[in-house]
Nanobody, 121 residues
Framework: QVQLVESGGGLVQAGGSLRLSCAAS????????MGWYRQAPGKQRELVAG???????NYADSVKGRFTISRDNAKNTVYLQMDSLKPEDTAVYLC???????????????WGQGTQVTVSS
């Protein structure tokens, strides 16, 4: 069984910073890409940032230059450093990882439970 556990959300004023963490645990053979998504009330879930196992990254246009994704493969953990936060960044942030649990099985998506980020104006 694989679990993704997020931490680091909270309430912050506009212009402030937060750092999210997501640690994967359980029966893991390999973790491929990892990423952060967000979902605001009444809106579709959107990709915020992604990172491959080799460290290549991609970002949504709305967060480029403000957010930084990174990962520690030894700890099976992905991070999202969020700077210059805006009220429109308010959402539930969800961690995603593409994980193979054995050499015989293909990767599948795993999700964290989500962490609330609220940015006040």
């Amino acid at each position: 069984q694989v679990q993704l556990v997020e931490s680091g959300g909270g309430l912050v004023q506009a212009g402030g910073s937060l750092r999210l963490s997501c640690a994967a645990s359980g029966s893991i053979f390999r973790i491929n890409a990892m990423g952060w998504y967000r979902q605001a009330p009444g809106k579709q879930r959107e990709l915020v940032a992604g990172i491959t196992s080799g460290g290549s990254t991609n970002y949504a246009d709305s967060v480029k230059g403000r957010f930084t994704i990174s990962r520690d493969n030894a700890k099976n953990t992905v991070y999202l450093q969020m700077d210059s936060l805006k009220p429109e960044d308010t959402a539930v942030y969800l961690c995603n990882a593409k994980i193979r649990i054995s050499v015989a099985l293909r990767e599948r998506d795993y999700w964290g439970q989500g962490t609330q980020v609220t940015v006040s104006s």
